[in-house]
């Protein structure tokens, strides 16, 4: 991008239309920057869920990274959960240099009371920036059939290896995923992300109400 014309600055020039060019540039190159965000994975269904979030408010150029999530690889409860979400926003946001936001995203199976099967599977989200700040938000949740839950509790098996033996689809959680098997198609994985992306977001649209001092 070339270089603003030192003989402009700090000058007003009124052109014809009577809007300063020194007010037109600034607002060329504000519509014009990007916002870097980092995403801690590599499962293009997260990846696409942040960015189709994201970018309903912002201009953004969404980067992913494969970073660690510090819990085990099928999370149960709603505490590890959360940890894994925020461990993949901050490991994300560390891992790509000019990040403003960082992106973490991760199911896992929490108890819920007179629930099927004792638990529900709920998606969290959380968005990390450079000033040291997390908002998070959750997705709807919904069940698993007995026979998965039970052998992911027993065995530790993750849910995304039970479920592509028990539907032969290959990689699901990577395509519709479970809830898109589960709902019909009615709801994909995609969809169901977004959700918990947009309520992570939600604290960053009205800033001035959230991270001001009590």
Excluded: W
């Excluded at 999530?69 to 149960?76: A, E, F, L, Y």
Aim: one cysteine or more; hydrophobic letters at 45%; glycine letters at 10%.
């Amino acid at each position: 991008m070339k270089c603003l014309n030192p003989g402009l600055m700090g000058q007003s020039h009124t052109p014809p239309n009577g809007v300063p060019l020194i007010t037109m540039t600034i607002i060329f190159l504000t519509v014009l920057r990007l916002m870097v965000v980092a995403v801690g994975t590599a499962n293009p269904v997260k990846v696409n869920a942040v960015k189709n979030v994201l970018s309903r408010f912002f201009e953004v150029s969404v980067v992913a990274r494969n970073v660690q999530s510090q819990v085990p690889k099928q999370p149960v409860g709603i505490d590890t959960t959360v940890e894994g979400a925020i461990a993949r926003a901050r490991n994300a946001l560390a891992a790509v240099e000019g990040a403003e936001l960082g992106v973490g995203i991760e199911a896992g199976l929490v108890k819920v009371p007179c629930t099927i099967s004792g638990y529900m599977d709920q998606q969290f989200a959380c968005i990390a920036d450079r000033q040291c700040r997390i908002t998070l938000g959750g997705g709807p949740s919904f069940e698993y059939p007995n026979s998965i839950v039970s052998r992911v509790l027993s065995s530790g098996t993750e849910v995304g290896d039970l479920m592509n033996e028990m539907t032969g689809i290959s990689e699901l959680g990577q395509k519709q995923g479970a809830i898109g098997y589960f709902s019909k198609g009615h709801l994909n994985r995609t969809a169901l992300t977004e959700l918990a992306v947009l309520m992570a977001l939600i604290p960053r649209l009205s800033g001035e109400l959230y991270f001001r001092a009590p």
